[in-house]
Protein backbone atom coordinates (compact mmCIF):
# COMPACT_ATOMS: atom_id res chain seq x y z
CA UNK A 1 0.00 0.00 0.00
CA UNK A 2 1.32 3.43 -0.70
CA UNK A 3 -0.89 6.41 0.09
CA UNK A 4 -1.23 10.07 -1.40
CA UNK A 5 -0.48 10.74 2.42
CA UNK A 6 2.97 8.38 1.88
CA UNK A 7 4.03 10.51 -0.78
CA UNK A 8 3.23 13.93 1.11
CA UNK A 9 5.03 12.86 3.65
CA UNK A 10 8.18 11.82 1.72
CA UNK A 11 7.68 15.32 -0.09
CA UNK A 12 7.83 17.37 3.42
CA UNK A 13 10.49 14.99 5.30
CA UNK A 14 12.79 12.94 2.88
CA UNK A 15 15.79 13.59 1.37
CA UNK A 16 16.66 12.28 -2.02
CA UNK A 17 19.49 12.37 -4.52
CA UNK A 18 20.69 15.79 -5.18
CA UNK A 19 16.70 17.18 -4.31
CA UNK A 20 15.71 20.53 -3.13
CA UNK A 21 13.78 20.15 0.28
CA UNK A 22 12.15 23.25 -0.54
CA UNK A 23 11.19 22.37 -4.13
CA UNK A 24 11.31 18.88 -4.52
CA UNK A 25 10.80 17.60 -8.10
CA UNK A 26 8.30 14.72 -7.89
CA UNK A 27 8.89 11.79 -6.92
CA UNK A 28 7.44 8.47 -8.44
CA UNK A 29 6.09 5.45 -6.07
CA UNK A 30 7.95 1.94 -6.89
CA UNK A 31 5.88 -0.96 -5.22
CA UNK A 32 7.81 -3.72 -6.73
CA UNK A 33 10.29 -4.75 -9.51
CA UNK A 34 10.49 -8.10 -11.57
CA UNK A 35 13.48 -8.37 -14.52
CA UNK A 36 13.76 -5.53 -16.46
CA UNK A 37 10.10 -3.89 -15.01
CA UNK A 38 9.94 -1.22 -12.14
CA UNK A 39 5.92 -1.61 -10.70
CA UNK A 40 4.31 2.04 -9.83
CA UNK A 41 2.08 1.92 -6.72
CA UNK A 42 -0.78 2.78 -9.44
CA UNK A 43 -0.33 -0.19 -10.93
CA UNK A 44 1.44 1.01 -14.25
CA UNK A 45 4.48 -1.15 -14.95
CA UNK A 46 7.74 0.74 -16.84
CA UNK A 47 10.74 -0.91 -18.63
CA UNK A 48 13.59 -0.30 -16.66
CA UNK A 49 16.48 1.84 -18.87
CA UNK A 50 18.45 2.76 -16.10
CA UNK A 51 19.41 -0.67 -13.92
CA UNK A 52 19.05 1.68 -10.51
CA UNK A 53 22.53 3.59 -11.76
CA UNK A 54 24.73 1.05 -12.78
CA UNK A 55 23.58 -1.39 -10.63
CA UNK A 56 21.23 -4.00 -11.40
CA UNK A 57 22.66 -5.84 -14.24
CA UNK A 58 20.97 -9.00 -13.40
CA UNK A 59 17.25 -7.53 -13.59
CA UNK A 60 15.28 -7.35 -10.20
CA UNK A 61 13.95 -9.94 -8.25
CA UNK A 62 16.29 -12.82 -9.55
CA UNK A 63 15.79 -15.48 -7.89
CA UNK A 64 19.37 -16.75 -7.80
CA UNK A 65 20.32 -13.44 -6.16
CA UNK A 66 16.91 -14.15 -3.86
CA UNK A 67 18.06 -17.20 -2.60
CA UNK A 68 21.85 -16.38 -1.85
CA UNK A 69 20.58 -13.67 0.50
CA UNK A 70 17.89 -15.98 2.51
CA UNK A 71 20.69 -18.91 2.39
CA UNK A 72 22.89 -16.29 4.45
CA UNK A 73 20.56 -14.82 6.11
CA UNK A 74 19.60 -17.45 7.55
CA UNK A 75 22.75 -18.63 8.73
CA UNK A 76 24.13 -15.34 9.95
CA UNK A 77 22.81 -11.51 8.91
CA UNK A 78 26.17 -9.94 10.03
CA UNK A 79 28.56 -10.32 11.91
CA UNK A 80 31.99 -7.79 12.93
CA UNK A 81 35.21 -8.15 10.70
CA UNK A 82 37.61 -7.24 13.36
CA UNK A 83 39.01 -10.94 14.20
CA UNK A 84 36.18 -12.65 12.24
CA UNK A 85 36.02 -13.68 9.10
CA UNK A 86 33.56 -15.73 7.41
CA UNK A 87 32.36 -17.79 4.40
CA UNK A 88 30.96 -15.58 2.37
CA UNK A 89 33.77 -12.94 2.28
CA UNK A 90 36.09 -15.47 1.61
CA UNK A 91 34.20 -16.78 -1.11
CA UNK A 92 33.60 -13.30 -2.53
CA UNK A 93 36.95 -12.07 -2.39
CA UNK A 94 38.50 -15.43 -4.52
CA UNK A 95 35.84 -14.52 -7.09
CA UNK A 96 37.40 -11.29 -6.90
CA UNK A 97 41.25 -12.03 -7.03
CA UNK A 98 40.69 -14.79 -9.66
CA UNK A 99 38.41 -12.55 -11.98
CA UNK A 100 40.72 -8.88 -11.77
CA UNK A 101 44.22 -8.95 -13.64
CA UNK A 102 46.48 -11.19 -11.60
CA UNK A 103 48.64 -9.01 -9.98
CA UNK A 104 45.66 -7.25 -8.18
CA UNK A 105 45.51 -9.59 -4.88
CA UNK A 106 45.00 -7.98 -1.51
CA UNK A 107 40.68 -7.24 -1.02
CA UNK A 108 39.58 -4.43 0.97
CA UNK A 109 35.67 -4.87 1.31
CA UNK A 110 33.77 -1.26 1.86
CA UNK A 111 30.40 -0.57 2.52
CA UNK A 112 29.75 1.78 -0.64
CA UNK A 113 31.48 3.22 -3.85
CA UNK A 114 32.43 6.40 -2.43
CA UNK A 115 34.18 4.60 0.83
CA UNK A 116 36.19 2.70 -1.83
CA UNK A 117 37.40 5.57 -3.51
CA UNK A 118 38.51 6.76 0.04
CA UNK A 119 40.21 3.76 0.79
CA UNK A 120 41.83 3.73 -2.22
CA UNK A 121 43.39 7.31 -1.97
CA UNK A 122 44.23 6.54 1.91
CA UNK A 123 46.15 3.50 0.53
CA UNK A 124 47.40 5.80 -2.08
CA UNK A 125 48.67 8.09 0.80
CA UNK A 126 49.66 5.39 3.14
CA UNK A 127 51.77 4.24 0.18
CA UNK A 128 54.26 6.69 0.30
CA UNK A 129 53.97 6.85 4.36
CA UNK A 130 55.66 3.48 3.99
CA UNK A 131 58.46 4.58 1.28
CA UNK A 132 58.73 7.42 3.75
CA UNK A 133 57.30 10.32 1.85
CA UNK A 134 54.44 12.62 2.28
CA UNK A 135 52.54 12.58 -1.19
CA UNK A 136 49.17 14.01 -0.80
CA UNK A 137 48.52 15.02 -4.35
CA UNK A 138 46.49 13.74 -6.65
CA UNK A 139 46.40 13.74 -10.36
CA UNK A 140 43.14 13.13 -12.07
CA UNK A 141 40.72 14.34 -15.22
CA UNK A 142 38.36 16.77 -15.81
CA UNK A 143 35.02 16.02 -16.32
CA UNK A 144 35.34 12.86 -13.70
CA UNK A 145 33.03 11.57 -11.24
CA UNK A 146 34.63 9.51 -8.09
CA UNK A 147 31.94 9.92 -5.38
CA UNK A 148 30.19 12.32 -2.68
CA UNK A 149 32.27 11.84 0.36
CA UNK A 150 35.03 14.66 0.61
CA UNK A 151 38.07 13.43 -0.29
CA UNK A 152 36.33 11.70 -3.61
CA UNK A 153 34.43 15.06 -3.91
CA UNK A 154 37.93 16.75 -3.94
CA UNK A 155 39.10 14.63 -7.46
CA UNK A 156 35.54 15.16 -8.91
CA UNK A 157 34.78 17.47 -11.49
CA UNK A 158 35.29 20.95 -10.40
CA UNK A 159 32.59 22.60 -12.21
CA UNK A 160 30.26 19.80 -11.54
CA UNK A 161 30.67 19.26 -7.86
CA UNK A 162 30.64 22.82 -7.11
CA UNK A 163 34.17 22.68 -5.60
CA UNK A 164 33.74 26.91 -5.20
CA UNK A 165 31.38 25.76 -2.34
CA UNK A 166 33.88 24.18 -0.65
CA UNK A 167 36.82 26.04 -1.34
CA UNK A 168 39.55 25.95 1.22
CA UNK A 169 38.24 22.91 2.97
CA UNK A 170 38.63 20.66 0.04
CA UNK A 171 42.36 19.71 -0.97
CA UNK A 172 43.00 21.13 -4.16
CA UNK A 173 44.32 18.29 -6.80
CA UNK A 174 45.30 18.65 -10.33
CA UNK A 175 42.90 18.34 -13.19
CA UNK A 176 44.38 17.55 -16.73
CA UNK A 177 42.06 18.85 -19.19
CA UNK A 178 39.30 16.13 -20.20
CA UNK A 179 40.11 13.71 -23.21
CA UNK A 180 38.25 14.75 -26.52
CA UNK A 181 39.34 12.30 -28.64
CA UNK A 182 36.44 9.53 -28.34
CA UNK A 183 36.76 6.27 -27.80
CA UNK A 184 36.37 5.02 -31.69
CA UNK A 185 37.87 8.44 -32.94
CA UNK A 186 41.37 8.31 -34.67
CA UNK A 187 43.82 9.09 -32.07
CA UNK A 188 45.87 12.83 -31.92
CA UNK A 189 48.57 12.64 -29.20
CA UNK A 190 47.92 16.45 -28.57
CA UNK A 191 44.86 14.93 -27.00
CA UNK A 192 47.38 13.60 -23.77
CA UNK A 193 49.39 16.84 -23.67
CA UNK A 194 47.93 18.23 -20.65
CA UNK A 195 47.75 15.04 -18.47
CA UNK A 196 51.37 14.90 -19.70
CA UNK A 197 52.44 18.39 -18.60
CA UNK A 198 51.07 17.93 -15.38
CA UNK A 199 52.85 14.69 -15.14
CA UNK A 200 55.72 16.17 -15.92
CA UNK A 201 55.45 19.18 -13.39
CA UNK A 202 54.01 17.42 -10.47
CA UNK A 203 55.29 14.22 -10.66
CA UNK A 204 57.50 14.17 -7.21
CA UNK A 205 54.20 15.12 -5.36
CA UNK A 206 51.90 13.22 -6.81
CA UNK A 207 50.70 10.25 -4.80
CA UNK A 208 48.55 8.43 -7.47
CA UNK A 209 46.04 8.85 -10.37
CA UNK A 210 43.01 8.37 -10.17
CA UNK A 211 40.26 8.01 -13.34
CA UNK A 212 37.68 6.22 -14.47
CA UNK A 213 38.86 3.73 -17.35
CA UNK A 214 37.33 4.72 -20.69
CA UNK A 215 33.75 5.98 -19.45
CA UNK A 216 33.50 9.15 -17.92
CA UNK A 217 30.13 8.27 -15.89
CA UNK A 218 28.23 10.76 -14.20
CA UNK A 219 30.72 13.69 -15.03
CA UNK A 220 29.42 13.56 -18.90
CA UNK A 221 29.11 10.02 -20.22
CA UNK A 222 31.91 10.55 -22.55
CA UNK A 223 33.84 7.60 -24.14
CA UNK A 224 37.89 8.51 -24.53
CA UNK A 225 40.63 6.48 -26.30
CA UNK A 226 42.12 3.48 -24.94
CA UNK A 227 45.26 5.45 -25.89
CA UNK A 228 45.14 7.87 -23.39
CA UNK A 229 44.27 5.56 -20.81
CA UNK A 230 47.71 3.71 -22.25
CA UNK A 231 49.64 6.96 -21.74
CA UNK A 232 48.40 7.40 -18.66
CA UNK A 233 49.49 3.94 -17.54
CA UNK A 234 52.73 4.31 -19.30
CA UNK A 235 53.59 7.51 -17.53
CA UNK A 236 52.70 6.17 -13.67
CA UNK A 237 55.37 3.52 -14.66
CA UNK A 238 57.94 6.21 -15.56
CA UNK A 239 57.61 8.29 -12.57
CA UNK A 240 56.54 6.03 -10.11
CA UNK A 241 53.08 6.63 -9.47
CA UNK A 242 50.15 4.35 -8.73
CA UNK A 243 46.94 4.50 -10.83
CA UNK A 244 43.58 3.68 -9.44
CA UNK A 245 41.27 3.25 -11.94
CA UNK A 246 37.63 3.55 -10.33
CA UNK A 247 35.34 0.65 -12.18
CA UNK A 248 32.54 1.30 -9.92
CA UNK A 249 30.42 2.23 -12.89
CA UNK A 250 32.03 0.28 -15.79
CA UNK A 251 32.60 -3.19 -13.78
CA UNK A 252 31.39 -6.25 -14.66
CA UNK A 253 30.48 -5.95 -18.16
CA UNK A 254 29.03 -2.82 -18.85
CA UNK A 255 31.16 -1.22 -21.66
CA UNK A 256 31.45 -4.38 -23.08
CA UNK A 257 34.36 -6.06 -21.58
CA UNK A 258 34.62 -7.49 -18.07
CA UNK A 259 36.44 -4.13 -16.99
CA UNK A 260 36.87 -1.10 -18.99
CA UNK A 261 40.53 -1.60 -18.30
CA UNK A 262 40.91 -4.41 -20.88
CA UNK A 263 39.96 -1.85 -23.81
CA UNK A 264 43.50 -0.08 -22.99
CA UNK A 265 45.16 -3.44 -22.05
CA UNK A 266 46.24 -2.14 -18.46
CA UNK A 267 46.20 -2.99 -15.62
CA UNK A 268 45.99 -0.36 -12.38
CA UNK A 269 47.74 -0.74 -9.50
CA UNK A 270 44.45 0.19 -7.34
CA UNK A 271 40.96 -1.03 -8.03
CA UNK A 272 37.57 0.34 -7.01
CA UNK A 273 34.54 -1.77 -7.62
CA UNK A 274 30.76 -1.66 -6.60
CA UNK A 275 27.47 -0.44 -8.08
CA UNK A 276 26.79 -3.70 -10.05
CA UNK A 277 28.70 -6.26 -7.17
CA UNK A 278 25.74 -7.18 -5.48
CA UNK A 279 23.80 -7.34 -8.83
CA UNK A 280 22.17 -4.12 -7.48
CA UNK A 281 20.88 -6.00 -4.11
CA UNK A 282 22.51 -3.64 -1.55
CA UNK A 283 25.52 -2.48 -1.32
CA UNK A 284 28.85 -2.89 -1.03
CA UNK A 285 32.03 -2.13 -2.63
CA UNK A 286 35.73 -2.93 -2.79
CA UNK A 287 39.45 -1.96 -3.72
CA UNK A 288 41.42 -4.27 -4.52
CA UNK A 289 45.33 -3.46 -4.78
CA UNK A 290 48.65 -5.71 -5.24
CA UNK A 291 50.95 -7.07 -2.54
CA UNK A 292 53.53 -4.73 -3.18
CA UNK A 293 51.20 -1.84 -2.36
CA UNK A 294 49.75 -3.42 0.44
CA UNK A 295 53.25 -4.71 2.26
CA UNK A 296 54.44 -1.19 1.67
CA UNK A 297 51.37 0.32 3.35
CA UNK A 298 51.89 -2.23 6.43
CA UNK A 299 55.56 -0.88 6.68
CA UNK A 300 54.55 2.45 7.16
CA UNK A 301 54.48 4.03 10.97
CA UNK A 302 50.68 2.96 11.40
CA UNK A 303 51.88 -0.45 11.04
CA UNK A 304 48.38 -1.51 9.30
CA UNK A 305 45.73 0.50 6.93
CA UNK A 306 44.13 2.80 8.80
CA UNK A 307 40.47 1.51 7.88
CA UNK A 308 37.47 -0.32 8.96
CA UNK A 309 34.04 0.14 8.93
CA UNK A 310 31.43 -1.19 11.38
CA UNK A 311 29.50 -3.35 8.49
CA UNK A 312 33.11 -4.07 6.77
CA UNK A 313 32.46 -7.01 4.52
CA UNK A 314 28.95 -7.61 5.81
CA UNK A 315 28.16 -11.43 5.24
CA UNK A 316 24.61 -10.71 3.54
CA UNK A 317 25.96 -8.39 0.61
CA UNK A 318 29.31 -10.71 0.33
CA UNK A 319 26.88 -13.80 -0.19
CA UNK A 320 24.79 -12.10 -3.00
CA UNK A 321 27.85 -10.62 -4.86
CA UNK A 322 29.41 -13.97 -4.73
CA UNK A 323 26.04 -15.06 -6.28
CA UNK A 324 26.01 -12.55 -9.01
CA UNK A 325 30.14 -12.68 -9.91
CA UNK A 326 29.33 -16.54 -10.31
CA UNK A 327 26.39 -16.16 -13.27
CA UNK A 328 28.98 -13.33 -14.38
CA UNK A 329 31.46 -15.83 -14.63
CA UNK A 330 29.30 -17.99 -16.64
CA UNK A 331 29.92 -15.68 -19.62
CA UNK A 332 25.91 -15.18 -20.58
CA UNK A 333 26.19 -10.98 -20.32
CA UNK A 334 28.84 -10.95 -22.90
CA UNK A 335 26.79 -11.88 -25.71
CA UNK A 336 23.41 -9.87 -23.85
CA UNK A 337 25.71 -6.92 -24.01
CA UNK A 338 26.94 -7.35 -27.49
CA UNK A 339 23.18 -7.51 -28.43
CA UNK A 340 22.15 -4.67 -26.58
CA UNK A 341 25.08 -2.62 -27.67
CA UNK A 342 24.23 -3.63 -31.73
CA UNK A 343 20.14 -2.42 -31.18
CA UNK A 344 21.08 0.89 -29.36
CA UNK A 345 23.68 1.18 -32.38
CA UNK A 346 20.76 0.72 -34.91
CA UNK A 347 18.00 2.84 -32.61
CA UNK A 348 20.02 5.43 -31.09
CA UNK A 349 23.06 6.66 -33.20
CA UNK A 350 20.40 7.92 -36.35
CA UNK A 351 19.62 10.08 -33.84
CA UNK A 352 22.39 12.22 -34.03
CA UNK A 353 20.47 13.98 -36.96
CA UNK A 354 17.70 15.45 -34.81
CA UNK A 355 18.03 19.16 -34.60
CA UNK A 356 18.05 18.75 -30.72
CA UNK A 357 20.72 16.32 -30.46
CA UNK A 358 24.91 17.72 -30.29
CA UNK A 359 25.65 14.13 -30.29
CA UNK A 360 24.60 10.24 -29.57
CA UNK A 361 27.33 7.71 -28.60
CA UNK A 362 26.92 4.04 -27.66
CA UNK A 363 29.76 1.66 -25.84
CA UNK A 364 28.69 -1.60 -24.98
CA UNK A 365 25.24 -1.60 -22.85
CA UNK A 366 25.25 2.23 -22.38
CA UNK A 367 23.44 4.64 -24.86
CA UNK A 368 23.57 8.38 -24.70
CA UNK A 369 21.83 10.92 -26.12
CA UNK A 370 23.72 14.73 -25.56
CA UNK A 371 21.12 17.31 -26.28
CA UNK A 372 22.04 20.90 -27.08
CA UNK A 373 19.93 22.17 -24.33
CA UNK A 374 19.58 20.97 -20.97
CA UNK A 375 16.39 18.84 -19.89
CA UNK A 376 13.46 20.04 -18.61
CA UNK A 377 13.53 17.07 -16.01
CA UNK A 378 9.73 16.95 -14.41
CA UNK A 379 8.60 17.47 -17.86
CA UNK A 380 10.93 14.82 -19.63
CA UNK A 381 10.58 12.52 -16.88
CA UNK A 382 6.86 12.32 -16.49
CA UNK A 383 6.56 12.09 -20.45
CA UNK A 384 8.58 8.77 -20.06
CA UNK A 385 6.64 7.59 -17.28
CA UNK A 386 3.85 7.78 -19.49
CA UNK A 387 4.98 6.63 -21.95
CA UNK A 388 5.69 3.08 -19.84
CA UNK A 389 9.46 3.33 -19.48
CA UNK A 390 11.76 4.66 -16.85
CA UNK A 391 14.56 7.05 -17.98
CA UNK A 392 16.76 9.49 -15.71
CA UNK A 393 17.83 12.15 -17.06
CA UNK A 394 20.87 14.45 -15.94
CA UNK A 395 21.81 18.35 -17.85
CA UNK A 396 22.17 18.02 -21.00
CA UNK A 397 22.20 13.87 -21.26
CA UNK A 398 19.53 11.18 -22.12
CA UNK A 399 20.83 8.21 -21.71
CA UNK A 400 20.34 4.30 -21.40
CA UNK A 401 22.21 1.43 -19.34
CA UNK A 402 19.43 -1.45 -19.44
CA UNK A 403 19.95 -4.65 -17.54
CA UNK A 404 21.72 -7.01 -19.37
CA UNK A 405 19.11 -9.76 -19.74
CA UNK A 406 16.48 -6.82 -21.51
CA UNK A 407 14.75 -8.36 -24.42
CA UNK A 408 15.24 -6.53 -28.06
CA UNK A 409 11.59 -5.83 -27.99
CA UNK A 410 11.61 -4.14 -24.27
CA UNK A 411 14.83 -1.92 -25.19
CA UNK A 412 13.06 -0.48 -28.63
CA UNK A 413 10.19 0.75 -26.47
CA UNK A 414 13.28 2.77 -24.76
CA UNK A 415 14.97 4.23 -27.38
CA UNK A 416 11.29 5.09 -29.14
CA UNK A 417 10.18 6.97 -26.08
CA UNK A 418 14.03 9.10 -26.25
CA UNK A 419 13.07 9.81 -30.09
CA UNK A 420 9.42 10.76 -29.51
CA UNK A 421 10.74 13.04 -26.68
CA UNK A 422 13.39 14.66 -28.79
CA UNK A 423 10.42 16.05 -30.89
CA UNK A 424 8.64 18.35 -27.59
CA UNK A 425 10.22 21.57 -27.07
CA UNK A 426 8.89 21.81 -23.74
CA UNK A 427 11.02 19.17 -22.84
CA UNK A 428 14.53 21.26 -22.77
CA UNK A 429 14.88 24.39 -21.08
CA UNK A 430 15.04 27.44 -23.42
C1 LIG B 1 28.65 5.89 -8.40
C2 LIG B 1 30.10 6.08 -8.48
C3 LIG B 1 30.86 6.29 -7.30
C4 LIG B 1 30.24 6.41 -5.93
O1 LIG B 1 29.59 5.26 -5.53
P1 LIG B 1 28.46 5.35 -4.37
O2 LIG B 1 28.10 3.93 -4.12
O3 LIG B 1 27.35 6.18 -4.96
O4 LIG B 1 29.09 6.01 -3.21
C5 LIG B 1 32.23 6.42 -7.45
N1 LIG B 1 32.82 6.36 -8.66
C6 LIG B 1 32.12 6.15 -9.80
C7 LIG B 1 32.83 6.06 -11.10
C8 LIG B 1 30.73 6.02 -9.75
O5 LIG B 1 30.03 5.84 -10.87
Known sequence: MFTPDDLDFDRQHI?????????????????????????LADGRELVDGMSSWWAAIHGYNHPRLNQALQQQMAQMSH????????????????????????????????????????????????YWLGRGERRQTFLTLKRGYHGDTFAAMAVCDPENSMHSLWRGYLPEHLFAAAPQCGFTDTWDDADFSDFARLAEQHHRDI???????????????????????????????????????????????????????EHAGVTPDILCLGKALTGGM????????????????????AGCFMHGPTFMGNPLACAVAAESLAMVA?????????????????????????????????LGAIGVIETHQPVNMAALQQFFVERGVWIRPF????????????????????????????????????
Open 15 to 39: WHPYTSMRDPLPCYPVVAAQGCQLQ
Open 79 to 126: VMFGGITHPAAVALSRQLVAMTPEALECVFLADSGSIAVEVAMKMALQ
Open 207 to 261: AAVILEPIVQGAGGMRFYHPRYLQQVRALCDRYGLLLIADEIATGFGRSGKLFAC
Open 282 to 301: MTLAATLTTREVADTISRSA
Open 330 to 362: EGEWQTQVAAIEQQLQRELLPLQLHPAVAQARV
Open 395 to 430: GRLIYLMPPYLISAQALSQLTRAIRDALDHAGHFQP
